[in-house]
């Protein structure tokens, strides 16, 4: 017996024996389909956020130096996820995508992806009972910086497109920040390392050799 015979057969058996397929029941989930844009400013009321005074400094040294002309400890200029909440401030448009184990939202900035888990309890209800296009969205944030949990309402629309155009958001593309040691500094439009702080202090270049 040829090994392509043997292959085909061993296929086969295979095929035979793997258990029957379940088919995808959408009914049973709510209908999130489409592309979710934001409603509304994508900020946090950060001035009312119940800080530990530990985190109130860190808040205002990072007030500071952005008022300076740096980033401050914001990681989306480097290309970074900010991650959870503030991914779901949603900077570019999102898509939900229902599977029976798993509900997978994708946001096109910096690629931002969640995966929640669903174990058969009933459905939160996200979806507004008057306009079938707007989502809810309460999010209660519980951390040792906070003193007590703090809590936001944010809402999305879904776009009226069928087919809605998603475009591709590349973050590494012109951006023109350089994170050298814990300094940041900005490439400038002619390919010069430039300050992004006045009086900031230029990196060391011990190991480069002068002319």
């Known amino acids: 017996m040829s090994k392509a015979l043997i292959a085909v057969c061993a296929l086969t058996a295979a095929w035979i024996a793997a258990p029957p397929a379940h088919a995808f029941d959408e009914s049973k989930y709510p209908n999130l389909k ?6 509304g400013s994508p900020r946090w009321d950060d001035e009312h956020a119940p800080l530990t005074p530990e985190y109130q400094a860190i ?11 740096g980033q401050g400890i914001d ?6 996820s900010p991650g959870m909440p503030r991914i779901m401030n949603v900077y570019d448009p999102m898509e939900i995508v229902v599977t029976p184990g798993t509900t997978h939202i994708l ?3 910096i690629h931002d992806g969640r ?4 174990d058969g309890r009933d459905w939160p209800k996200y979806l507004d009972k008057a306009d079938r296009n707007l989502l809810h969205d309460d999010i209660t944030v519980r951390d040792h910086a906070l003193t007590r949990p703090f809590s936001a309402n944010k809402k999305y629309s879904r776009a009226p497109e069928a087919q809605p155009v998603w475009l591709e958001s590349q973050c590494p593309d012109g951006n ?4 050298i040691g814990k300094e940041n500094y900005y490439v400038s439009e002619d390919g010069f390392l430039m ?11 011990r190991y480069f050799k002068g002319k």
Not at 34 to 39: D, S, T
Not at 59 to 69: I, Q, R, S
Not at 115 to 118: G, L, M, N, W
């Open 107 to 109: 946001i096109q900035h």
């Open 34 to 39: 489409g592309q979710w844009e934001r409603i």
């Open 59 to 69: 808040y205002k040294a990072n007030l500071k130096d952005m008022a300076e002309g």
């Open 195 to 205: 300050p992004v702080k006045k009086n900031q202090t230029p990196p060391d270049l």
């Open 115 to 118: 995966r929640i888990y669903t």
């Open 176 to 179: 023109h920040h350089v994170l």
């Open 75 to 80: 990681p989306t200029y480097t290309c970074m």
